[in-house]
T-cell receptor, first 116, second 113 residues
Framework: DTGVSQDPRHKITKRGQNVTFRCDPI?????LYWYRQTLGQGPEFLTY????????KSRLLSDRFSAERPKGSFSTLEIQRTEQGDSAMYLC??????????????FGQGTRLTVV | AQSVAQPEDQVNVAEGNPLTVKCTYS??????LFWYVQYPNRGLQFLLK??????LVKGSYGFEAEFNKSQTSFHLKKPSALVSDSALYFC???????????FGTGTSLTVIP
């Protein structure tokens, strides 16, 4: 499968615990995005990488959220001290970059987080 | 500011009838426009995009969309709906010089057999 891969698909955690999600983008894609989606809403932008550089992180929901893409390949999203309000689907997407003919982002299947 | 509006939360259409899912956008400069479909507990699947050129763009599974600059709209259409088209549809916009995709709140399409 050469699509965007996310792991785990589902995560149930107790409030206050830390969680980390992984995203493997399509191999030749240099842009990687993280989005959050809650029930009945569209995806909400969190952060974005161009290769290993995190170029936009102001939309991360709080300082409990952090993301890395250390070698410009896979990325991780960490949530520290989880709260019930963090329960959502976390989506990762990748795209080829700024080429006008390849502007679309391809999404993974998401990680559904439930904080109990 | 960039934004997308999908005015209908729910669209119902009979199988075999044409369908339209509406989308309007607001963006500074030239827009890149996209439609995605989401099935339950799945990620978003790309359907089609408008970058430049012909206002009518064709995409996957027989879907097409019409870009109307004066009305700032990008409605999704299909001539003949299938029951398998039932899903959640999202419109998205990205500014030409932007990095983020902005999504609408989605429209749930139900095709009735």
């Amino acid at each position: 499968d050469t699509g965007v891969s996310q792991d785990p698909r589902h995560k149930i955690t107790k409030r206050g615990q830390n969680v980390t999600f992984r995203c493997d983008p399509i191999s030749e894609h240099n842009r990687l995005y993280w989005y959050r989606q809650t029930l009945g809403q569209g995806p909400e932008f969190l952060t974005y990488f161009q290769n290993e550089a995190q170029l936009e992180k102001s939309r991360l929901l709080s300082d409990r959220f952090s993301a890395e893409r250390p070698k410009g390949s896979f990325s991780t999203l960490e949530i520290q001290r989880t709260e019930q309000g963090d329960s959502a689907m976390y989506l990762c997407a990748s795209s080829l970059g700024f080429d006008r003919t390849n502007t679309e982002a391809f999404f993974g299947q998401g990680t559904r987080l439930t904080v109990v | 500011a960039q934004s997308v509006a999908q005015p209908e939360d729910q669209v119902n259409v009979a199988e075999g009838n044409p369908l339209t899912v509406k989308c309007t956008y607001s963006v500074s400069g030239n827009p890149y426009l996209f439609w995605y479909v989401q099935y339950p507990n799945r990620g978003l699947q790309f359907l089609l995009k408008y970058i430049t050129g012909d206002n009518l763009v064709k995409g996957s599974y027989g879907f097409e969309a019409e870009f109307n600059k004066s009305q700032t709209s990008f409605h999704l259409k299909k001539p003949s709906a299938l029951v398998s088209d039932s899903a959640l549809y999202f419109c998205a916009v990205r500014a030409y010089t932007g990095n983020q995709f902005y999504f609408g709140t989605g429209t749930s399409l139900t095709v009735i057999p």
